[in-house]
């Protein structure tokens, strides 16, 4: 998939996430809501950084998180992909952090294996 294609798809399931319409979002962004349109069906190849900067900030999430593509090879990614797609992403975000906890704990007091 093109990189542009890739963009519009990750503004679309971003905004569809959030409950927003593609006027409301684009509204919030600043953005003429009939060029948001091309832009989210992937029709305006020229997408300044300017414009991408608009639809990131009215999202309200960093560019890491809009640039983790769901179908990257990264697990790593995915997950933050996936992450940024559910309604209480924070409460996700608690039991994660509780799982590294427990791993880190559970990993301190053992040695070293040696594939480590």
């Given amino acids: 998939m093109a990189f542009g294609k890739e963009i ?3 503004i679309h399931d971003l905004r569809i ?3 927003l319409t593609q ?3 684009a509204e919030k962004a600043g953005i ?3 060029m948001f349109g091309r832009i ?3 029709q305006r190849a020229n997408l300044t ?3 991408l900067e608009k639809i ?4 309200d999430i960093d560019y890491p998180t809009f640039f983790s593509f769901g179908d990257s090879s990264d697990r790593t990614t995915v997950v933050l992909s996936r992450l940024a797609l559910l309604d209480q992403p924070d409460e996700v975000l608690a039991i994660i952090e509780s799982v590294i906890d427990l791993a880190e704990a559970t ?3 053992k040695p070293e294996s040696p594939e480590s």
Avoid: C, F, M
């Avoid at 990131?56 to 999202?59: D, F």
């Fill in 49 to 51: 950084v300017n414009t």
């Fill in 17 to 19: 996430s959030q409950g």
């Fill in 32 to 34: 003429d809501p009939t």
């Fill in 56 to 59: 990131v900030t009215a999202l």
């Fill in 40 to 42: 989210e069906r992937g």
């Fill in 107 to 109: 990993h301190h007091g």
């Fill in 8 to 10: 519009a798809g990750r």
């Fill in 23 to 25: 006027e409301k979002l």
